[in-house]
T-cell receptor
Framework: DAGITQSPRHKVTETGTPVTLRCHQT?????MYWYRQDPGHGLRLIHY???????DKGEVSDGYSVSRSKTEDFLLTLESATSSQTSVYFC??????????FGPGTRLTVL | KNEVEQSPQNLTAQEGEFITINCSYS?????LHWLQQHPGGGIVSLFM???GKKKHGRLIATINIQEKHSSLHITASHPRDSAVYIC????????????FGTGTRLTIIP
């Protein structure tokens, strides 16, 4: 168990509303990632962080922002949710040796 | 063309059969990861390897860097092995980002 939790685990929201997903880790690992998983696509990187206040974009970052004000928390925000952002979102961390450990996922539905 | 290609996309086998899942990639890598995802479940790291072969229980992963190819083998397959197996590569740029294949859905029939 890598000590990663995600909240909420499920959310249904309406188009145009803001949504924030939280990833929390208990082991003070430096690297954290947000991915989305959609049928027919592999996991795709949205944003990642290599330390407090240090973040960078992934391959599908449009429409998403992130913040990391504490080592243990990495927040993903959809400023104005769209139906194309309906997906399963996974947070991950990298431990020593570069192995990635994933959170349980958040299923987001945008109506 | 995707950087990471897995085959087959779907695989159904009888319990006890020897299973092989393949992964090919097109970029230079520092490591390759194999992950497992059960239906409705989270994602678990099985192996990370940069050369040769690794074994854990009934699972074996091999990689051929020159051919840019990796295989995941399952011996004496069991219904509980039914899952999606995902290959991911870590580029050799040192930023620890992974590029994922679309996964192989394995179903083992009792």
């Amino acid at each position: 168990d890598a000590g990663i939790t995600q909240s909420p685990r499920h959310k249904v929201t309406e188009t145009g509303t803001p949504v924030t997903l939280r990833c929390h880790q208990t082991e003070n690992h430096r690297y954290m990632y947000w991915y989305r998983q959609d049928p027919g696509h592999g996991l795709r990187l949205i944003h990642y962080s290599y330390g407090v206040k240090d973040t960078d974009k992934g391959e599908v970052s449009d429409g998403y922002s992130v913040s990391r004000s504490k080592t243990e928390d990495f927040l993903l925000t959809l400023e104005s949710a769209t139906s194309s952002q309906t997906s399963v979102y996974f947070c991950a961390i990298t431990k020593s040796g570069n192995e990635q450990f994933f959170g349980p996922g958040t299923r987001l539905t945008v109506l | 063309k995707n950087e990471v290609e897995q085959s087959p996309q779907n695989l159904t086998a009888q319990e006890g059969e020897f299973i092989t899942i393949n992964c090919s990639y097109s970029v230079g890598i520092s490591a390759l990861h194999w992950l497992q995802q059960h239906p409705g479940g989270g994602i678990v790291s099985l192996f990370m390897l940069s050369s040769g072969k690794k074994k854990h229980g009934r699972l074996i992963a091999t990689i051929n860097i020159q051919e840019k190819h990796s295989s995941l083998h399952i011996t004496a397959s069991h219904p509980r092995d039914s899952a999606v197996y995902i290959c991911a590569v870590e580029s050799n740029f040192g930023n620890e980002k992974l590029t994922f294949g679309t996964g192989t859905r394995l179903t083992i029939i009792p």
